[in-house]
């Protein structure tokens, strides 16, 4: 069996059959400091001692990485385009100012997470007239009322939320809550019924 420019740090040989040593030759020994690999995420560190490290006599024209993106990147800084060992090439990103990297390269190399966290509603009151509620996040709220008419529920067209009693026709209400942050990310529906009597 032969190996090269491949990264790997144990090896075994059935009886009678020879393999390559780990780190031996173009092969690479040792932790291959993937970014997040129990996230599925298989891409290279800045600092992993497989940047750049590939066959460079294997690479054909335009051919891509696993993500599509091109096969030789100057993953180092020295200005010239190597590939990597393993599926996904690294790009290089000069270090922040002031230091603060992981081995001579950028701070991060990934895009930082995806807001999916929804906004929430939490001490949701109408009382005396007036809405009150808490929001775990700035995000736009919609406020949506209905009054029951018998069976039926009929959206309120004009209704005034704190006002003198008896502004509003009196009946059963419902009105209901929904928020979307920044991100799009929409709240669940929060509904409260209330009633308004009848002023004497």
């Known amino acids: 069996m032969n190996a090269s420019f491949s990264a790997f740090s144990t090896a075994v040989a059935t009886v009678g059959a020879s393999v390559p040593g780990p780190g031996s030759g173009s092969n690479i020994a040792g932790d291959p400091k993937f970014t997040d690999p129990a996230g599925g995420d298989y891409s290279l560190q800045q600092s992993s001692p ?49 230091g603060g990297n992981d081995g001579g390269g950028g701070s991060t190399t990934t895009p930082p997470p995806l807001d999916t966290s929804a906004p929430a509603f939490t001490n949701v009151k109408v009382r005396n007239g007036r809405l009150r509620f808490t929001l775990s996040e700035p995000a736009k709220v919609t406020v949506t009322i209905t009054k029951r ?47 308004v009597k009848r002023h004497t």
């Open 50 to 98: 497989l940047v750049d490290k590939g066959d460079q006599a294997d690479i054909v024209a335009g051919e891509k990485d696993l993500t599509g993106g091109v096969r030789a990147l100057d993953g180092d800084g020295n200005g010239i385009a190597t590939a990597d060992i393993g599926a996904v090439e690294h790009t290089y990103v000069p270090p922040a100012p002031g």
């Open 149 to 195: 008419k018998g069976t039926h529920r009929k959206r309120a067209r004009r209704f005034t939320i704190a006002g003198k009693a008896g502004a509003n026709k009196p009946g059963t209400y419902r009105i209901v809550l929904t928020a979307i942050d920044g991100s799009s990310n929409r709240s669940k529906q929060i509904s409260r019924a209330f009633t």
